[in-house]
């Protein structure tokens, strides 16, 4: 899709996707910073973020996450993209809170949560899994 359209910035989302889970942190980031680019918006922001913390650009992870913490809800940023910056970081019990305002805020995405590998290191979570 990207050579279709080089400015598609869901194309750059799935792309740094890919790219994390198979450990390429390089080519993840540069394809988030493309998603957000692209998007306009801090719709990718969560993704960048991620990729910053299982990188170990710690640093920038945060700023991304004060920076869309500070923007909740006014703007664009979507407390799951929050929850997802948390939980790479390693802060369980924020993400679980911000899992649970997406759920107040009823985000779609949240259909997804069973399957995207963002969220295996908190599976085994009863609040995770609703008990």
């Given at each position: 899709?990207i050579?279709?359209d080089?400015?598609?910035?869901?194309?750059?989302d799935?792309?740094g996707r890919?790219?994390l889970q198979?450990?390429?942190?390089?080519d993840?980031i540069?394809a988030?910073?493309?998603a957000?680019k692209y998007?306009g918006?801090n719709t990718?922001?969560?993704?960048?973020?991620?990729?910053y913390?299982?990188?170990?650009r710690?640093?920038?992870?945060?700023?991304i996450l004060?920076?869309?913490?500070q923007?909740?809800?006014?703007n664009?940023?979507r407390?799951?993209?929050i929850?997802?910056?948390y939980?790479?970081?390693g802060?369980?019990?924020?993400?679980?809170?911000w899992?649970?305002?997406?759920?107040r805020v009823?985000?779609?995405?949240m259909?997804?949560l069973?399957v995207?590998?963002?969220?295996?290191?908190?599976?085994?979570d009863?609040?995770?899994?609703?008990?």
């Amino acid at each position: 899709m990207i050579e279709i359209d080089p400015t598609y910035a869901f194309g750059y989302d799935r792309l740094g996707r890919a790219y994390l889970q198979k450990g390429m942190y390089s080519d993840a980031i540069a394809a988030f910073e493309m998603a957000v680019k692209y998007s306009g918006n801090n719709t990718h922001k969560g993704q960048l973020g991620r990729a910053y913390a299982v990188s170990g650009r710690r640093n920038d992870a945060k700023r991304i996450l004060e920076d869309a913490v500070q923007q909740y809800p006014r703007n664009s940023a979507r407390p799951l993209a929050i929850a997802m910056i948390y939980e790479a970081l390693g802060y369980k019990e924020e993400a679980l809170h911000w899992l649970e305002e997406a759920i107040r805020v009823r985000d779609g995405n949240m259909v997804l949560l069973q399957v995207l590998p963002e969220w295996d290191s908190l599976r085994d979570d009863p609040q995770f899994n609703g008990k």
